[in-house]
């Protein structure tokens, strides 16, 4: 027989939770959280700032655990909890104090639709954790319908757009990027870039003429560069279709 201590032991580790990776969830968390409570202050530049804030720690939780091998079932489990709060309750909320208001029972109906969208997708996303195409996305991932939705918000407020006249197009947008979060539309992932690897020195330019436009105007230039995110995913859907389709006919 084993002694009682090891197998105390055991069970104390097996409990134990690695703190790196969910310390950077934590702080997604806190950003989604801090997203809401701005937006029902009427700070709506500060809660979208927020929501980026969100998707920046939600992108280096899961790196972070790859890379220091601490991937564990709870770390995924309060990773989703984290990314309903950040990426579906605070933009909705975000969108529907600024804008969204406006337009009565469609207003607050659309911005539950982008909710339970977000829920939906998640909830997907786990239960395909094990498929073998891990290039591209099904769906348009949350984190980037939260930064379609943030941008609308941001730019709306900064350029003091009245929120009334927005209602229609913010409410039609958001719809849309609602649906294509449920769709099988294709987006890439970036789960296969090598970051490891040389790249040619015209990648380093264009790095830091991006990083400088985003300085300079963070807004408009994410907007451009998360509205182009979400253009390519039926770009690729039906370039994908069409490749299929000549090589069927060849057969």
């Known amino acids: 027989m084993k002694p009682k201590v090891n197998l105390s032991k055991e069970k104390i580790r097996a409990r134990g939770i690695y703190l790196l990776p969910n310390a950077l969830t934590t702080a997604a968390l806190f950003s989604g959280f801090y997203a809401i ?20 720690a939600d992108g280096l939780d899961g790196r972070v655990a790859r890379l220091t091998n601490t991937q564990t079932l709870f770390g995924a489990e309060y990773d989703s909890l984290s990314d309903m709060v950040a990426f579906a309750v605070a933009p909705s909320l975000a969108i529907y104090s600024w804008s969204l208001s406006h337009l009565g029972k469609v207003g607050w109906l659309v911005a539950f639709i982008y909710t339970a969208a977000t829920a939906l997708r998640l909830a997907r996303f786990n239960t395909q954790l094990q498929d073998d195409d891990k290039g591209y996305f099904q769906g348009l991932p949350s984190p980037s319908a939260a930064a379609v939705i943030a941008c609308m918000v941001w730019l709306g407020d900064s350029m003091a757009i009245p ?39 015209i990648v380093a330019v264009l790095l830091v ?43």
């Open 37 to 56: 409570v701005a937006a029902m202050k009427g700070l709506y530049s500060v809660a979208a700032i927020a929501i980026f804030a969100a998707m920046i």
């Open 163 to 201: 929120s009334e006249w927005a209602a229609i197009p913010t409410a039609i947008v958001t719809f849309i990027v609602a649906a294509l979060m449920v769709s099988r539309v294709r987006y890439y992932s970036f789960k296969k870039l090598d970051f490891h690897g040389k790249v040619p020195f």
């Open 209 to 251: 003429l991006i990083i400088a436009a985003v300085a300079m105007d963070p807004a408009r230039v994410l907007s451009i560069i998360f509205v182009g995110y979400v253009f390519s995913g039926p770009i690729i859907t039906l370039s994908q279709k069409r490749k299929m389709r000549k090589r069927r006919e060849r057969v």
